[in-house]
């Protein structure tokens, strides 16, 4: 264990010691691009494992595959294979589809719902316009799906869309009045088809936690430790899970 630690200490300054030591309660580390904030996530998980913790109750997020994997390699290398194997790590949407996979029957999708990609959302989205009879040119489906995009990471979802006077005043102003039906149909043939966009992994995720407390409960329970990389980037949908997820132990850490 001492090799470890020495390990994990080997290298850092005195500020990143003291982002890696601390483990316990909430921790924001401010770093800019090239100061060794991945260095540091990685000793600090490995720091966490060494305090005891198991691989499985760590959760560590980010924004691409290339850094999940980049990270895990670098804490495989400090703690081994068997030990890294276990941590929850990946991007966003791989961990919230992972969240929905065990309970999307209860928002009315099979558990091994498909996960459409920008290509699949802008073909379907086309196709709503077409059915809808609408003029592509003035309903452009990369425009539309843009509103929806961002309706859906404020967690609005299609009814709320169309209830929301101010949205369809603002639609209205662009000459774009018949977004809320577009919206409608693209959300019905999604689930119709047992399909959710990468937005929808959010927006899903967000819902499911709300309706239903015990599977808020059962996931959040399996977590002591969180850590976000890249947490400026984050949007409303996603720091509401993360507010949810920690709130049992409160041991979260965003850079």
Known sequence: MGKIKDTIFRDLNTAQCEAVKQIDGPCLIIAG??????????CRIANILEHGCKPGKVLALTFTKKAATEMKQRISAIVGTDRARWIWMGTFHSIFSRFLRGNAQLLGYPDQFTIYDQSDSKSAVRQCIKELELDDKIYKPSD??????????????????????????NDMAARKGRICDIYSLYASKCKTAGAMDFDDILLNTNILFRDFPDALAQIREQFNYILVDEYQDTNYAQYLILKKLSMLHQNICVV
Not at 34 to 41: A, F, R
Not at 147 to 167: F, G, M, V
């Open 33 to 42: 691009a090239g100061s060794g904030k991945t260095k540091v996530l990685t």
């Open 144 to 169: 539309v799906l843009s509103r929806i995009s961002k309706a859906k990471n404020n967690l609005i979802t299609a009814e709320a869309y169309r209830n929301n006077a101010t949205i369809i005043q």
